[in-house]
Nanobody
Framework: QVQLVESGGGFVQVGGSLRLSCAAS????????MGWFRQAPGKAREFVAA????????YYADSVKGRFTISRDNAKNTVYLQMNSLKPEDTAVYLC????WGAGSSTIGSYDYWGQGTQVTVSS
């Protein structure tokens, strides 16, 4: 079992930045691909970014490409999401997830473990 806990969310103005963290416990993250997803009120959960177990490959949704950066520190068992140039449409609960068998995926069903999420609100 892997437990994932997100942190770093909050309120920010348009154009601002936030850095989300996802800390894992239970098992080392080193063998897992990791992803960030988000869910806004009344909307479906959507893919944001993913990273392979080594950090060598990263993937992004078109809506965040060039603004968000996913990274990981396997020694700290933590994955990060640096979010810059935030927009009101980025407002959502952000969740991290672990993919036991994959190499990084945009598919929700590929992920085996999920955190509870952290709220990000971007005000205009």
């Amino acid at each position: 079992q892997v437990q994932l806990v997100e942190s770093g969310g909050g309120f920010v103005q348009v154009g601002g930045s936030l850095r989300l963290s996802c800390a894992a416990s239970g098992r080392p993250l080193i063998r897992y691909a990791m992803g960030w997803f988000r869910q806004a009120p009344g909307k479906a959960r959507e893919f944001v970014a993913a990273i392979s177990w080594s950090g060598g490959n990263t993937y992004y949704a078109d809506s965040v490409k060039g603004r968000f950066t996913i990274s990981r520190d396997n020694a700290k068992n933590t994955v990060y999401l640096q979010m810059n140039s935030l927009k009101p449409e980025d407002t959502a609960v952000y969740l991290c997830a672990a993919d036991v068998w994959g190499a990084g995926s945009s598919t929700i069903g590929s992920y085996d473990y999920w955190g509870q999420g952290t709220q990000v609100t971007v005000s205009s």
